[in-house]
C-alpha cells in the first residue's frame, strides 16, 4: 500500500504534468497561425510574429521542465514506496 | 509602428484569438513550489498577450493606416509607401478574373475594328462587361461583410493592368468609395497607363482597338462630376490631351468637371489656367491616336463661362491680366477655338445670369458689369489686333455684348422685369425690344449669328444702347421717367444710325464716339426728369461701357 507522501508526490506529479502538457502543446499555435503574412505584413508584424514565437518556446521550456519536475517526484514517489516495501518485509 | 499591408477582418480573427489565449493563460494554476518558474513564465506571457501584443493588434484595427480614413483625408501614415497593400488571396484570385476578363474584351474589341457590325461580338462585350461588374460587386458584398473597405481593392488596382483596373472602377460607386478617392486612383491608373510597362512597354489596350484605358475612365469620370473635378485638378495636361482616342470624352470631361453650376472660380481656374498655359506650347500632333485633335476647341468651351478671368478677373486665376490675354488671344487665333467660344457663349450668358448682383451688405454690386464690359473691350482689342474679322468674331461680339448688356440692366434695375425676364437672357421688357427692334438692334442670338454685324460701330456702344434701352424701358414702366423717353432716345441715336443719318463734324467721323456722346447728352437730359437712382443707374451702364482704348483704334 503506497505511503500517504508518496500519494502526495504522485498528486504533485500528475498536476505537474498536465500542466505541463498544456504548456508543451504550444498554446500559441491558433494565434500564430491567424497572424500570418494574409493577416498583416511589415516590421511590426515581423516583430510580433517573432516575439509571440518565443513567448511559444518559452511555454514549450516551461512545460517540459514542469514535465521533468514530476518525473523526479515520481521517481522519489517511488523510492519511498520501495522504502516502504523494504521497511514492510 | 509600421505595416506595409494588413487585412482588418483577419486582425480581427487574430485580435479574438489573443484575447481568447491570454483568458486561458490566466486560467491555468498551479500552486506547486516547483511549478513557481513556469507558472511565472505563463503569467509573463499572458500579461504580453493581453498587454502589448493585444494593443498592437487593436491599434493597427483602429487607426487603419493604410485604410480608407488615412487615404481620403490625405493623410498618409509615416514611412508608407502609396503602393503599400496586402495580397489577400481572395483579392489576388478576383485580380486575375479581372485580368483575364480584360483580355477577352480587348480581343473582342480588336475583332470589332473589322467587323464592327458583328452581334455577337458587341453582345460578347456586354458579356464581358457584365461579368467584371458582377466581380466587383460580389467584392464589394464580401468586404462589406467582413468589415473590409473596398480601398484596399481600389490600391490593388495599381498593381495590375491598367485596362482592368479602369474596367473594375468604374464599377466603384460613390457607396463604394468617394468622389475624391475614385479620382485619386483614376490618376493614378492613367499615369501607369502612360508609364507603360516594365520596360516602358505599352499594354495591351494601346494596340487592341476600340476603347483604350483613357476612354474608359473618362467615360466613368464624365458620369461623377464630382471625381471629374478632382480628376481634372490633380491631372497633368498632357495626361488629359494625350490619352483618349475619342476627343467627345474628354470635352464631356472638362465642361462637367469645370461648369459653373457645380465649381467656384478658383477650382475652375486650378484646372483650366494649367491647361491654358500648357497647350500654346504643346502642340496636339494630329496624326497620332490616342490624342485630342480638338483641344484648343474644348478648352474655348469650357473657358467660356469664365472669360472675365482671363482678364478683368485674372487674379482669381492666380495670374496677370497680360498672362490671361495671352492664352484670350491663343483661343481667339485658333479658329476651332474661336468657332466653339461663339457656340459656348450661350452658357457664358447663363452664367452671367446666374451672378449673385448683390454684395454681403445688400447694395448693389455693378462690380461685374464693369468685369463684362472690360471683358467685352478685351476680347474687341484683341479680334481687332489680330485682324479677325469675320462672321464669326461678330458673332462673338453680339453675343457678348448681349450677355453684358442684360447683366447691367440686371444690375441697375433688379426684379423690374419680373417674370417676362428669363434667367441668362438680356432683361428687356417687349417695350425695350420694340424699340430696339425698330432701331434694327439685334435681341436675339439667332437674329445675331445671322446678322452680326455692330449697329454702330462698336460693341461695347451696341451694348451700352441695349442697356441703356432697357433700364429706360423700365423707367417707364414704374413711372419714374415720361413715357416718351424713348421716342427721345431713338431720336438721339437716329443722327448716328448709318442708314437715317451722316455724322456730322462735330463727331469727327467716327460713329461710336459719335454714338457715346449722343447716349451722354440723352441721360443728361432725362437726369432732371427722374429720380436719382433712375439717374445713377443709366450713369452707371455709361460708364460702364465706355471704352476709350477700343474706341480710339476703332476710330483711328
Not at chain 2, 483580355?103 to 473589322?114: C, F, K, P, S
Not at chain 2, 507603360?196 to 482597338?209: L, T
Not at chain 2, 491663343?330 to 452664367?351: P, Q
Not at chain 2, 415720361?482 to 432716345?489: E, N, V
Request: glycine fraction near 10%; proline fraction near 5%.
Amino acid at each position: 500500500m503506497p505511503s500517504a507522501d508518496a500519494e502526495l508526490l504522485r498528486v504533485r506529479a500528475r498536476r505537474l504534468r498536465r500542466l505541463g502538457a498544456q504548456l508543451a502543446s504550444r498554446p500559441l499555435d491558433g494565434v500564430l497561425r491567424r497572424a500570418g503574412d494574409d493577416t498583416w505584413r511589415g516590421p511590426l508584424a515581423e516583430r510580433w510574429r517573432h516575439e509571440v514565437a518565443a513567448a511559444q518556446l518559452r511555454l514549450a521550456d516551461a512545460g517540459d521542465e514542469l514535465v521533468r519536475q514530476a518525473i523526479v517526484l515520481e521517481r522519489r514517489a517511488d523510492e519511498l514506496e520501495l522504502l516502504a516495501r523494504r521497511v514492510a518485509t | 509602428m509600421t505595416v506595409l499591408g494588413y487585412d482588418l477582418g483577419l486582425l480581427d480573427v487574430l485580435r479574438r484569438h489573443v484575447e481568447r489565449c491570454a483568458g486561458e493563460l490566466g486560467g491555468l494554476r498551479c500552486t506547486d513550489p516547483v511549478a513557481v518558474t513556469a507558472m511565472a513564465t505563463v503569467e509573463l506571457v499572458r500579461r504580453r498577450l493581453a498587454g502589448e501584443w493585444l494593443d498592437d493588434v487593436v491599434h493597427v484595427i483602429s487607426h487603419d493606416p493604410l485604410g480608407g480614413r488615412a487615404v481620403a483625408g490625405g493623410r498618409h501614415h509615416p514611412g508608407l509607401p502609396d503602393w503599400a497593400t496586402p495580397e489577400l488571396p481572395d483579392l489576388d484570385a478576383r485580380m486575375a478574373t479581372f485580368v483575364e476578363l480584360t483580355a477577352d474584351r480587348l480581343r473582342v474589341q480588336g475583332e470589332l475594328v473589322w467587323d464592327h457590325a458583328n452581334p455577337q461580338l458587341h453582345l460578347q462585350l456586354v458579356v464581358i462587361d457584365s461579368l467584371i461588374r458582377s466581380h466587383v460587386a460580389a467584392y464589394v458584398c464580401a468586404a462589406r461583410s467582413a468589415g473590409v473597405g473596398v480601398l484596399r481593392l481600389v490600391r490593388r488596382l495599381r498593381w495590375t493592368d491598367p485596362m482592368a483596373a479602369a474596367l473594375v472602377l468604374r464599377h466603384l460607386g460613390p457607396d463604394e468609395i468617394d468622389d475624391r478617392a475614385f479620382a485619386t486612383a483614376a490618376v493614378r491608373i492613367l499615369q501607369i497607363w502612360h508609364d507603360g510597362g516594365e520596360r516602358g512597354e505599352r499594354f495591351g489596350d494601346w494596340y487592341a482597338g476600340g476603347d483604350n484605358t483613357a476612354d474608359v475612365l473618362f467615360r466613368a469620370l464624365a458620369d461623377r462630376p464630382g471625381a471629374a473635378t478632382e480628376f481634372l485638378r490633380r491631372a497633368d495636361p498632357g495626361e488629359l490631351f494625350l490619352s483618349a482616342q475619342h476627343d467627345d470624352l474628354v470635352a464631356r470631361l472638362l465642361l462637367i468637371g469645370t461648369s459653373p453650376e457645380r465649381v467656384d472660380e478658383a477650382t475652375a481656374g486650378e484646372i483650366l489656367r494649367p491647361i491654358l498655359e500648357w497647350l500654346p506650347e504643346h502642340p496636339i500632333p494630329g496624326s497620332l491616336d490616342g490624342v485630342t485633335r480638338s483641344a484648343a476647341a474644348l478648352v474655348a468651351a469650357a473657358v467660356s463661362p469664365w472669360l472675365p478671368a482671363l482678364g478683368p478677373r485674372a487674379g482669381r486665376w492666380g495670374w496677370s491680366w497680360e498672362e490671361g490675354d495671352a492664352a484670350l488671344r491663343w483661343l481667339l487665333t485658333d479658329d476651332a477655338a474661336l468657332h466653339a467660344m461663339v457656340a459656348a457663349s450661350d452658357g457664358w450668358r447663363e452664367r452671367v445670369g446666374t451672378v449673385a448682383f448683390l454684395g454681403e451688405d445688400g447694395r448693389l454690386d455693378d462690380t461685374v458689369v464693369r468685369e463684362l464690359a472690360a471683358t467685352l473691350a478685351q476680347v474687341q482689342l484683341a479680334l481687332h489686333d489680330h485682324e479677325i474679322a469675320d462672321a464669326e468674331a461678330d458673332a462673338l461680339m453680339a453675343e457678348l455684348a448681349l450677355g453684358a448688356a442684360g447683366a447691367a440692366i440686371s444690375v441697375a434695375a433688379p426684379g423690374a422685369w419680373g417674370l417676362a425676364a428669363k434667367v441668362g437672357k438680356p432683361l428687356l421688357t417687349p417695350l425695350a425690344l420694340r424699340a430696339l427692334d425698330r432701331w434694327g438692334l439685334i435681341v436675339s442670338p439667332e437674329r445675331a449669328r445671322a446678322d452680326a454685324r455692330s449697329r454702330f460701330g462698336d460693341r461695347s456702344v451696341d451694348a451700352a444702347v441695349i442697356a441703356l434701352t432697357g433700364l429706360v424701358a423700365a423707367a417707364i414702366e414704374r413711372g419714374n421717367l415720361p413715357p416718351d423717353s424713348l421716342d427721345r432716345l431713338g431720336e438721339a441715336l437716329g443722327g448716328v444710325a448709318p442708314e437715317r443719318g451722316e455724322l456730322g463734324e462735330h463727331d469727327g467721323g467716327c460713329r461710336p464716339r459719335a454714338v457715346g456722346d449722343r447716349l451722354h447728352a440723352f441721360v443728361a437730359e432725362v437726369g432732371p426728369r427722374t429720380d436719382a437712382a433712375t439717374h445713377h443707374a443709366l450713369l452707371a451702364v455709361l460708364y460702364a461701357f465706355g471704352n476709350p482704348t477700343s474706341d480710339a483704334l476703332l476710330c483711328s
